[in-house]
């Protein structure tokens, strides 16, 4: 009996240690270690997703119109851009429905697929707010959604190592390191647009008619070439010892082609745009003699040129410096050159009488 009553006790104390242990093992814990292949987003939410929003936090005084800003011109960068999908195609509703770059969009996307979880690097709230990866707090957020609702949330905040970034879901709290470092997620819609806006093969061009400024109209007709090679240029109209530059007309024709666009300004023209006094004005004709006029004006307001191609419905600006590169490729005196007679050399002195001293 005493010792029946001594192992009494001793059994109950083993009860509750087991029964501790089983509810130990049982609790779970939500900032507990993911295993390293867990995907950060889950892949059904990128496949289904129809629209993404790239959120940058605003500086410090930066105003909510700051995106308008951007679009007429200005040089501080949105806080946000939209991607959405529509009749199967990537555009930006937030830039009059312009095409967006679908390929960049989609390795965006593979991107995201690729991002994995690994072992959190932080877990509490005070780590969030030290990596900038909070709701209100972040140096990027973007944010997945299909048919109108909000499927996932990712917050990119600071940057371990070279090509990384701190990442946290919002329905979770850990801190993870993943390959995809913020810069790879620009909110300037003109880093999303399509590069095929003022496409332009510079081999398939047959002729130019170039206007700029008071100087009249210079037109480049492109001669034939060896076989696979772009021939030069020459000016029908010209006579006597003037002729093409034919570097230089090379140059204003990469120039053309290398546009980079800044905006979306809208799809109809504004008088400030000074469209219909454009300080340079294209007709471009390609080998089956399709042609397509653009023009380029300076606005009476703002820092930036506006470009209008009559093959889009979209008024676009580039930067000054585009629009003056442009503006000076074009001038006559830069494609246009005289010949200047050749010298002629000095006249021999004549030859002494032989025997004359």
Do not use: C
Request: no cysteine; proline share 8%; hydrophobic share 40%.
């Amino acid at each position: 009996m005493p010792m029946q009553r001594t192992l009494l006790p001793l059994l109950i104390v083993l009860i509750l240690q087991l029964a501790l242990t089983a509810g130990l093992l049982m609790r779970h814990d939500p900032l507990a270690a993911r295993t390293s292949d867990a995907p950060l987003i889950r892949p059904d939410a990128i496949k289904s997703a129809d629209q993404l929003v790239i959120e940058a936090k605003p500086a410090a005084g930066a105003s909510a119109g700051a995106s308008t800003a951007a679009s007429a011109g200005a040089s501080s960068e949105p806080a946000h851009v939209t991607l959405k999908k529509k009749d199967g195609s990537w555009v930006l509703p937030e830039s009059f429905d312009a095409p967006a770059d679908g390929p960049r969009v989609d390795t965006l996307l593979g991107r995201l697929t690729g991002l994995k979880r690994g072992l959190p690097i932080a877990t509490s709230e005070a780590a969030q707010r030290r990596f900038k990866v909070e709701d209100g707090d972040f140096e990027r957020k973007l944010t997945l959604s299909a048919a109108g609702k909000t499927i996932d949330t990712v917050y990119f905040g600071s940057s371990p190592g070279l090509r990384k970034a701190d990442a946290r879901t919002a329905a979770d709290k850990a801190v993870y390191a993943v390959d995809l470092p913020t810069y790879e997620l620009p909110t300037d819609p003109g880093a999303w647009l399509s590069p095929d806006l003022l496409k332009l093969d510079p081999a398939k061009l047959s002729e130019l008619d170039v206007s700029s400024g008071a100087q009249g109209t210079v037109r480049l007709v492109r001669q034939k070439g060896a076989p696979g090679q772009p021939g030069g240029w020459t000016d029908p109209a010209l006579s006597g010892d003037s002729h093409v530059d034919v570097t230089h007309a090379d140059a204003l024709v990469q120039d053309l082609s290398q546009i980079h666009i800044e905006a979306v300004l809208g799809t109809g023209p504004q008088a400030d745009w000074q469209q219909d006094h454009p300080a340079l004005a294209v007709k471009l004709l390609d080998e089956k003699s399709q042609s397509v006029d653009w023009t380029l004006s300076k606005p009476a307001n703002g820092d930036f040129y506006v470009i209008k191609s009559s093959a889009q419905p979209w008024f676009f600006s580039v930067s000054t410096a585009t629009g003056k590169q442009l503006i000076d490729a074009a001038g006559h005196d830069a494609l246009i050159v005289t010949a200047k007679p050749a010298a002629r050399p000095p006249p021999k002195p004549a030859a002494r009488a032989a025997g004359k001293s």
